[in-house]
């Protein structure tokens, strides 16, 4: 079996493409076509098996996104602890997006994703590569103006 048609029916197989996309992400902010297409052509394997494995995880993005990507954190604990729907519901009533949009002024991205490994300090959010922690109303609106004006 060829590498190409093993990396077709597994996008999981291939490290080197995994890292690849991973790369072309931090460059670009997401996976563009001709981003793809470009991962593509360099490691010589059909853009389907690139999109493939773009498309499978949820680690890559699609689309453009803002500055700033808040992902609330939708894990049990922090939805015990009265993070979860109440702040994402919070955060969409401020930034006036829904989840999965990102602000007009291309400055803030909302997601929720699931554990952020900090239960103890629920409820969390990541913003970028920062974790914030033990989140109520008063701190998230602290933290949005410190980037807004940032
Ligand atoms: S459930 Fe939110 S950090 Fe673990």
Not at 5 to 17: D, F, K, Y
Not at 24 to 51: C, D, N, T
Not at 96 to 117: R, S
């Amino acid at each position: 079996m060829a590498l190409q048609e093993i990396q077709e029916r597994n996008p999981s197989s291939s490290p080197m493409l995994l890292a690849a996309l991973y790369i072309a992400q931090e460059r670009y902010g997401y996976l563009s076509g001709e981003a793809m297409q470009y991962v593509a052509h360099q490691l010589g394997i059909s853009f389907k098996a690139v999109y493939s494995s773009a498309s499978f995880y949820s680690l890559f993005r699609m689309k453009p996104v803002g500055e700033y990507i808040i992902q609330v954190c939708e894990g049990l604990s922090c939805f015990l602890n009265g993070g979860a729907e109440r702040l994402v519901d919070y955060l969409k009533g401020k930034l006036g997006i829904e989840v999965g949009e990102t602000t007009p002024d291309g400055k803030f991205t909302l997601e929720v994703v699931q554990c952020l490994a900090s239960c103890g300090t629920s409820p969390t959010m990541r913003i970028n590569d920062e974790l914030y922690e033990n989140l109520t109303k008063e701190r998230v609106n602290a933290i949005l103006k410190q980037l807004a004006e940032g």
